[in-house]
């Protein structure tokens, strides 16, 4: 198993800046794409940002600009640096892993527990 801890979340006024970490621990082969994903009270969970082992990033429109995902592959961590958040960033935030803990196993989909980030205006 693979278990993905979330931290950093917290409550900023609007215009401010957080960072989130999440650490990859468990029975870990290999892991392919970590990211971040978001659910506001009401609405589904969206992805923010995800970025490849080899470094490949993905943005929704919605934060281009003033998000930045950054990961460390030996540490199986990944990170999303956050700027200029606006009212509408508020929202439980997901850490999400496609990873293997064998050679032989298939990739699976993990997720951390979620953690508030909430942005006041």
């Known amino acids: 198993q693979v278990q993905l801890v979330e931290s950093g979340g917290g409550v900023v006024q609007a215009g401010g800046s957080l960072r989130l970490s999440c650490a990859a621990s468990g029975r870990i082969f290999s892991i392919n794409t970590m990211g971040w994903y978001r659910q506001a009270p009401g609405k589904q969970r969206e992805l923010v940002a995800t970025?490849?082992?080899?470094?490949?990033?993905n943005y929704a429109d919605s934060v281009k600009g003033r998000l930045t995902i950054s990961r460390d592959n030996a540490g199986n961590t990944v990170s999303l640096q956050m700027n200029s958040l606006k009212p509408e960033d508020t929202a439980v935030y997901y850490c999400n892993a496609l990873a293997k803990i064998l050679i032989i196993a298939p990739i699976y989909n993990y997720w951390g527990q979620g953690i508030q980030v909430t942005v006041s205006s």
């Open positions: 970025i490849t082992d080899n470094g490949n990033t």
